[in-house]
């Protein structure tokens, strides 16, 4: 416990100094990147120690994907109202591929991914259900007065031929690695795009955040931050940034569905494929119209809902 809060202490410190003296960029991004890891890690194992003393039958465990941490536990507070019998436990990110092999193991209940399964994920014999498509929008801090970004500015940005806002404000960058959703997602816009994703992947003292809280978090705090989130975290989680226009338009819901907008994540709950009993009432309860508002409510898409084998 003792070294749990000394890393969260520092890795806030770590955000404060940086705040203070954004020319440190290197030492910061390099010394995330060992704490992180470590922080999680720790956070997890503190949660499953010291959760309440209830039997497994009674307790559902639900992680994955960052995007969706914030609208599960929106969830599962309504699910426990309707269903007090049973305890749901979200944990902290564990990312799509997490959440996935913590299914397959049997450590996670339910898992939760923003993206469909790999072939070498599908002999797991787990399915994937899609609940839901959340808009990939792009963010900067709050505060920052112009409306949004053209497709080539943000190329220009993530080339640093861009590198001051209208205001005169220093750009700097929230990257994600290059095997995570958002840098995948991002690859799809355009060959253009993708080409200056692989330029920013490459140039020294940029930030990187290795999770979807990370990233928002980054993006609250680093003045003249640019990044993206999902429409679904942002409201979910109550983030303080701004959510730019994209090509004049203004990615929510109302665009995702007239097609208006047409970047999204697809997020998907991962079950066993002969799931527990409360495990299928969770499922049914999120397709439920009390489920399906919760979810439309915070930034959320609501599939039918399908399988995938």
């Known amino acids: ?35 992180m890891p470590l922080f999680f890690l720790l956070l997890i194992g503190v949660q499953i120690i010291f959760s309440p003393p209830v039997s497994a039958a009674e307790t559902l465990k639900i992680g994955g994907t960052g995007t969706s941490l914030g609208s599960m536990n929106l969830l599962a507070a309504a699910f426990e109202k309707a ?9 902290p990110s564990l990312g799509s591929s997490g959440g996935i092999s913590a299914v397959a193991k049997g450590a996670l209940d339910i898992g939760v991914s923003a993206r469909a399964f790999t072939s070498e994920e599908l002999s797991l014999g787990l399915q994937a259900i899609e609940f839901a498509r959340t808009p990939l929008v792009p963010v900067t801090s709050a505060g920052m007065s112009f409306p949004g970004l053209s497709s080539g500015e943000i190329i220009k940005i993530f080339r640093g031929e861009m590198l001051v806002w209208p205001d ?8 994600r690695p290059a095997d995570e959703s958002v840098t995948l997602t991002l690859r799809k816009m355009s060959p253009e795009m993708s ?16 999770t979807d809280q990370e990233a928002a978090e980054m993006i609250e705090n680093i003045p003249g931050s640019f990044g993206f989130s999902t429409l679904a975290q942002i409201i979910s989680e109550k983030r303080c940034v701004k959510v730019l226009a994209y090509n004049g338009v203004l990615p929510d819901i109302h665009s995702l569905s007239d097609r208006s907008y047409l970047f999204f994540k697809v997020l998907y709950f991962v079950i066993q494929k002969e799931p527990s009993e409360p495990v299928r009432q969770f499922i049914d309860f999120a397709r439920s119209d009390e489920g399906r508002k919760i979810l439309e409510e915070s930034g959320n898409l609501v599939a039918p809902g399908k399988h995938e084998n």
């Open 195 to 210: 080409d200056a994703v692989d330029v920013a992947l490459k140039r020294q003292g940029m930030l990187m955040a290795l």
């Open 83 to 91: 269903y007090p019998d049973i305890k749901v436990m979200v944990l």
């Open 168 to 175: 005169g404000t220093r750009i700097r960058p929230v990257l």
């Open 1 to 35: 416990m003792i070294l749990f809060l000394l890393l969260y202490r520092i890795n806030k410190l770590l955000m404060h100094s940086f705040k203070e003296h954004p020319e440190d960029v290197s030492v910061f991004t390099e010394s995330r990147k060992i704490i």
